[in-house]
Protein backbone atom coordinates (compact mmCIF):
# COMPACT_ATOMS: atom_id res chain seq x y z
CA UNK A 1 0.00 0.00 0.00
CA UNK A 2 3.23 2.42 0.53
CA UNK A 3 3.64 2.56 -3.22
CA UNK A 4 0.32 3.57 -4.04
CA UNK A 5 0.51 6.70 -1.83
CA UNK A 6 3.44 6.92 -3.95
CA UNK A 7 1.91 6.30 -6.89
CA UNK A 8 -0.71 9.16 -6.36
CA UNK A 9 1.54 11.41 -5.00
CA UNK A 10 2.63 11.72 -8.84
CA UNK A 11 -0.39 11.79 -10.57
CA UNK A 12 -0.51 15.79 -11.73
CA UNK A 13 -4.56 17.05 -11.14
CA UNK A 14 -6.18 17.04 -14.03
CA UNK A 15 -9.89 17.88 -12.46
CA UNK A 16 -9.55 21.24 -13.48
CA UNK A 17 -7.86 20.61 -17.16
CA UNK A 18 -10.50 22.31 -19.74
CA UNK A 19 -10.95 20.90 -22.96
CA UNK A 20 -8.57 23.47 -24.37
CA UNK A 21 -5.67 23.30 -22.36
CA UNK A 22 -2.60 21.31 -22.48
CA UNK A 23 -2.95 18.06 -20.34
CA UNK A 24 -0.13 17.29 -17.74
CA UNK A 25 0.43 13.88 -18.15
CA UNK A 26 0.01 11.33 -21.11
CA UNK A 27 -1.71 8.46 -21.21
CA UNK A 28 0.81 6.56 -21.95
CA UNK A 29 3.16 7.92 -19.14
CA UNK A 30 -0.21 7.53 -17.41
CA UNK A 31 0.19 3.76 -17.97
CA UNK A 32 3.84 3.33 -17.21
CA UNK A 33 3.70 4.67 -14.23
CA UNK A 34 0.97 2.54 -13.15
CA UNK A 35 2.56 -0.57 -14.49
CA UNK A 36 6.04 0.73 -12.15
CA UNK A 37 3.47 0.50 -8.83
CA UNK A 38 0.68 -1.96 -9.37
CA UNK A 39 0.60 -5.67 -8.66
CA UNK A 40 -0.39 -8.35 -11.44
CA UNK A 41 -4.21 -8.17 -10.17
CA UNK A 42 -3.94 -4.41 -10.75
CA UNK A 43 -1.79 -4.34 -14.05
CA UNK A 44 -4.55 -6.95 -15.46
CA UNK A 45 -7.09 -4.46 -14.79
CA UNK A 46 -4.76 -1.32 -16.32
CA UNK A 47 -4.61 -3.69 -19.43
CA UNK A 48 -8.14 -3.33 -19.80
CA UNK A 49 -8.45 0.12 -19.08
CA UNK A 50 -10.57 1.99 -21.92
CA UNK A 51 -13.06 4.20 -23.14
CA UNK A 52 -15.01 1.22 -25.29
CA UNK A 53 -16.27 -1.48 -22.89
CA UNK A 54 -16.50 -4.59 -23.85
CA UNK A 55 -19.56 -5.91 -25.48
CA UNK A 56 -19.87 -8.97 -23.42
CA UNK A 57 -18.90 -8.21 -19.73
CA UNK A 58 -16.38 -9.66 -18.43
CA UNK A 59 -14.56 -9.56 -14.86
CA UNK A 60 -12.02 -6.86 -14.69
CA UNK A 61 -10.99 -7.48 -11.28
CA UNK A 62 -11.60 -3.95 -10.46
CA UNK A 63 -15.78 -3.29 -8.94
CA UNK A 64 -14.82 0.22 -10.15
CA UNK A 65 -14.28 -0.46 -13.86
CA UNK A 66 -16.73 -3.14 -13.98
CA UNK A 67 -19.57 -0.29 -12.54
CA UNK A 68 -18.06 2.42 -15.68
CA UNK A 69 -18.19 -0.42 -18.07
CA UNK A 70 -21.94 -1.19 -17.58
CA UNK A 71 -22.29 2.23 -17.43
CA UNK A 72 -20.75 3.02 -21.02
CA UNK A 73 -22.32 0.13 -22.57
CA UNK A 74 -25.53 0.86 -21.36
CA UNK A 75 -25.61 4.65 -23.00
CA UNK A 76 -23.90 3.23 -26.24
CA UNK A 77 -26.57 0.74 -26.46
CA UNK A 78 -29.33 3.43 -25.67
CA UNK A 79 -27.59 5.65 -28.50
CA UNK A 80 -27.84 2.99 -31.15
CA UNK A 81 -31.76 2.40 -29.97
CA UNK A 82 -32.42 6.02 -30.10
CA UNK A 83 -30.66 6.48 -33.39
CA UNK A 84 -32.64 3.40 -34.77
CA UNK A 85 -36.07 4.43 -33.72
CA UNK A 86 -34.88 8.10 -35.35
CA UNK A 87 -34.75 5.84 -38.58
CA UNK A 88 -37.37 4.02 -38.56
CA UNK A 89 -35.34 1.03 -37.72
CA UNK A 90 -35.51 -1.89 -35.18
CA UNK A 91 -32.23 -1.90 -33.28
CA UNK A 92 -34.35 -4.74 -30.86
CA UNK A 93 -35.58 -3.82 -27.15
CA UNK A 94 -34.11 -1.68 -24.47
CA UNK A 95 -32.43 -3.41 -21.88
CA UNK A 96 -33.91 -3.33 -18.07
CA UNK A 97 -29.83 -2.27 -17.35
CA UNK A 98 -30.75 1.03 -19.18
CA UNK A 99 -31.93 4.04 -16.84
CA UNK A 100 -34.21 6.62 -17.72
CA UNK A 101 -31.47 9.23 -17.33
CA UNK A 102 -29.34 7.72 -19.80
CA UNK A 103 -32.20 7.13 -22.06
CA UNK A 104 -32.06 10.46 -22.06
CA UNK A 105 -28.93 11.42 -22.10
CA UNK A 106 -29.33 9.72 -25.40
CA UNK A 107 -31.95 11.22 -27.00
CA UNK A 108 -30.61 14.84 -26.09
CA UNK A 109 -27.48 13.66 -27.78
CA UNK A 110 -29.17 12.53 -30.89
CA UNK A 111 -31.18 15.53 -30.76
CA UNK A 112 -28.88 18.23 -31.14
CA UNK A 113 -27.83 20.15 -33.89
CA UNK A 114 -24.29 20.04 -34.35
CA UNK A 115 -22.36 16.49 -33.64
CA UNK A 116 -19.57 17.87 -31.94
CA UNK A 117 -22.37 19.38 -29.36
CA UNK A 118 -23.57 15.98 -29.02
CA UNK A 119 -19.79 15.08 -28.33
CA UNK A 120 -19.39 17.82 -25.70
CA UNK A 121 -22.81 16.56 -24.43
CA UNK A 122 -21.91 13.61 -23.69
CA UNK A 123 -18.26 14.04 -22.47
CA UNK A 124 -19.89 16.02 -19.50
CA UNK A 125 -22.57 13.49 -19.03
CA UNK A 126 -19.92 10.89 -18.49
CA UNK A 127 -17.58 12.98 -16.16
CA UNK A 128 -20.82 13.94 -14.02
CA UNK A 129 -20.85 9.91 -13.93
CA UNK A 130 -17.76 9.23 -13.43
CA UNK A 131 -17.13 12.06 -10.50
CA UNK A 132 -20.82 9.73 -8.97
CA UNK A 133 -18.80 6.20 -9.13
CA UNK A 134 -15.23 7.65 -7.83
CA UNK A 135 -14.16 5.51 -5.19
CA UNK A 136 -14.24 7.52 -2.00
CA UNK A 137 -10.53 5.92 -0.73
CA UNK A 138 -8.13 8.28 -2.76
CA UNK A 139 -4.95 6.25 -2.92
CA UNK A 140 -7.38 3.07 -4.34
CA UNK A 141 -6.32 0.63 -6.99
CA UNK A 142 -10.14 2.12 -8.51
CA UNK A 143 -9.06 5.06 -7.50
CA UNK A 144 -6.11 5.23 -9.80
CA UNK A 145 -8.21 3.19 -12.61
CA UNK A 146 -11.01 6.51 -12.52
CA UNK A 147 -8.11 8.87 -12.87
CA UNK A 148 -7.50 6.72 -16.01
CA UNK A 149 -10.71 6.74 -17.47
CA UNK A 150 -11.22 11.04 -17.04
CA UNK A 151 -7.55 11.14 -18.62
CA UNK A 152 -8.59 9.02 -21.61
CA UNK A 153 -12.16 11.01 -21.46
CA UNK A 154 -9.95 14.37 -21.64
CA UNK A 155 -7.74 13.05 -24.24
CA UNK A 156 -10.81 12.32 -26.69
CA UNK A 157 -12.97 15.90 -26.58
CA UNK A 158 -9.33 17.48 -27.01
CA UNK A 159 -9.22 15.62 -30.77
CA UNK A 160 -12.25 17.49 -31.70
CA UNK A 161 -11.61 20.88 -33.67
CA UNK A 162 -14.66 22.39 -35.25
CA UNK A 163 -12.46 23.75 -38.41
CA UNK A 164 -11.61 20.42 -39.24
CA UNK A 165 -14.96 18.80 -38.63
CA UNK A 166 -16.68 21.15 -40.79
CA UNK A 167 -14.25 20.28 -43.55
CA UNK A 168 -14.44 16.98 -43.29
CA UNK A 169 -17.92 16.77 -43.24
CA UNK A 170 -17.82 18.97 -46.75
CA UNK A 171 -15.82 17.09 -48.46
CA UNK A 172 -18.11 13.86 -47.47
CA UNK A 173 -20.64 15.61 -48.36
CA UNK A 174 -19.38 16.93 -52.06
CA UNK A 175 -18.13 13.21 -52.44
CA UNK A 176 -21.86 12.01 -51.89
CA UNK A 177 -23.03 14.32 -54.23
CA UNK A 178 -20.59 13.58 -56.94
CA UNK A 179 -18.94 17.00 -56.29
CA UNK A 180 -15.42 17.88 -56.48
CA UNK A 181 -13.92 19.19 -53.39
Keep these: MKEQYYLVSQLPDITSAG ?34 AP ?3 EP ?9 YDFERALRYALVQVR ?5 KDAGSIPVSITADIVQAARTAVGMDSPLSAEQFLYEFRLS ?3 NIQPLEYFSTD ?3 AYGIRLLLLERIKKF ?3 KGTSSYHKIYDNILGEKA
Aim: proline residues 3%.
Design 55 to 57: KIP
Design 161 to 163: DKE
Design 84 to 88: AQKLK
Design 143 to 145: AVL
Design 129 to 131: YLS
Design 19 to 52: ERSVLPITEKYYRDLCTRFFDEKARKALDMLSLE
Design 60 to 68: TGSAFLDKW
